[in-house]
């Protein structure tokens, strides 16, 4: 927990830097694949600081995070197994070194691909379950690519742009309540989508 708190003052001390925007669109890149530090520890303040720019900066990250998507797609398609579908060394470095990663938890990860698919990459992408860990898996199990991409778009910009929106209309008094509510409210918002799709299903 130390490292990640170090690693997350590291994140905010480029907040008021010049090269600001292009940390945010490296990290927005990273976290899609294997950084634990998500995006919007940086875009908030970056926004905050000029909200006249707000919306450019919630691009960059949108931008760069579905590169970032594509990229932990590679690893897992690419890099996961070895010839007899065995994790590689590379794999295991992962499950021993990169946080939220367990070897119980990707396959758990598996059949929720089986079941939801397109959404699954959605509630991934939009609330604050790490990013990474589907972007990996979707390539490690061949998730259709396409759709994965798709997933990864509406997800990825609904929830940058979002912020970005509440910060430049409300400011600073917003910042109480993206730290406190805005995940709560993500993950309720993808509920209640989800739901009315499946009941879309079962009533028309």
Same mark, same amino acid.
């Given at each position: ?28 890149? +990273?976290? #899609? ?7 919007? $520890? ?14 450019? *900066? ?8 579905? @590169?970032? +998507? ?19 060394? *590379? ?9 939220? *990663? ?8 598996? +059949? ?8 699954? $990459?959605?509630? +991934? ?8 860990? *589907?972007?990996?898996? #979707?390539?490690?199990?061949? @998730? ?9 778009? @509406? ?7 979002? @912020? ?21 409210? #993500? ?10 799709? $499946?009941?879309?299903?079962?009533? $028309?």
């Amino acid at each position: 927990m130390e490292l990640i708190r170090n690693l997350y003052n590291w994140v905010l001390t480029w907040s008021d830097r010049p090269n600001g925007p292009r940390v945010l669109g490296i990290l927005s890149i +990273a976290e #899609a694949s294997f950084f634990p530090i998500p995006p919007d $520890v940086l875009l908030i303040p970056l926004a905050l600081g000029s909200r006249l720019k707000a919306y450019r *900066f919630a691009f960059i990250c949108s931008i760069c995070s579905i @590169i970032g +998507a594509i990229i932990g797609y590679g690893i897992g398609y690419l890099a996961w197994w070895d010839s007899i579908e065995n994790f590689t060394a *590379f794999a295991q470095l992962f499950f021993d070194h990169i946080p939220g *990663f367990t070897i119980d938890g990707f396959y758990r990860i598996q +059949a929720l691909y089986e079941q939801w698919n397109f959404w699954i $990459v959605f509630t +991934a992408g939009f609330t604050p379950i790490p990013f990474k860990l *589907f972007t990996i898996s #979707a390539g490690a199990f061949n @998730i259709h690519f396409p759709m994965f991409i798709l997933g990864s778009i @509406i997800s990825r910009s609904a929830r940058f742009f979002l @912020i970005a929106c509440l910060v430049k209309i409300f400011g600073e008094p917003i910042l109480d309540f993206i730290d406190r509510y805005f995940n709560w409210l #993500a993950i309720f918002f993808t509920i209640l989508l989800i739901a009315g799709f $499946v009941a879309i299903k079962y009533l $028309v």
